[in-house]
Every structure is written in structure tokens, then in C-alpha cells.
Nanobody, 120 residues
């Protein structure tokens, strides 16, 4: 019913930058909050950054000052600009849409994940 499609992952050297995108599609009226989570091998999934429909943002302490989340409400798309990447940022990054209002339901959705690898 609702699909999230991520793009922009890849391999980058430490100190480099990547920009992730996530587009939501389906019969969507609105999305309350969107965010990015990540899961490194052997670790639990953690919140990286989130943004509400009004533009309020929050970040994990480990990425503050380096990552910037933004969204285009008209396109139901969220972005994550990642600068000054470190090897410890290596993980699968997942897009999340919270409080998605569709023609028939209110639900949460997850993307399939995109791998970010930062080499030292």
C-alpha cells in the first residue's frame, strides 16, 4: 500500500560525503514524521535522524554537526546529507515513515535499506 524506496548508498572514503534519498509512494494523504535509522553488523538498529512534517529535527549525538536531514512534503521524500563520514558510520541505512495517512489506514512503513560503507 505504501512503498519507501531508498537510494544513494555506496562506498566512500573516510571524510567523504554521501546523500541518501527516500521517496514514499502510494495513496498517501500525509506523513507525520520521516526518519533514517541504521544497523551495523552485530548491533541493534538505531535512530540516526528524524524530521516532522513541520520541519522539526532530531539527531543521534554521534552524527550531530555532520549529518543533515531534510524533506520535501510535496514529494513525500526525505533526504540525509552525510558529511565527514567515519568508518563507524558503516551500516545499512533504513528509511522510516511514521504516521502515514492513506485512503484506508494509518500506518508506519520501512524501506528496504541501503548500504553505506566508509573505508579508512
Amino acid at each position: 500500500q505504501v512503498q519507501l524506496v531508498e537510494s544513494g548508498g555506496g562506498l566512500v572514503q573516510a571524510g567523504g560525503s554521501l546523500r541518501l534519498s527516500c521517496a514514499a509512494s502510494g495513496s498517501i494523504f500525509s506523513i507525520n514524521a520521516m526518519g533514517w535509522y541504521r544497523q551495523a553488523p552485530g548491533k541493534q538498529r538505531e535512530l540516526v535522524a528524524g524530521i516532522t512534517s513541520g520541519g522539526s529535527t532530531n539527531y543521534a549525538d554521534s552524527v550531530k554537526g555532520r549529518f543533515t536531514i531534510s524533506r520535501d512534503n510535496a514529494k513525500n521524500t526525505v533526504y540525509l546529507q552525510m558529511n565527514s563520514l567515519k568508518p563507524e558510520d558503516t551500516a545499512v541505512y533504513y528509511c522510516n515513515a511514521h504516521g502515514v495517512i492513506t485512503t484506508s489506514a494509518r500506518l508506519d512503513a520501512w524501506g528496504q535499506g541501503t548500504l553505506v560503507t566508509v573505508s579508512s
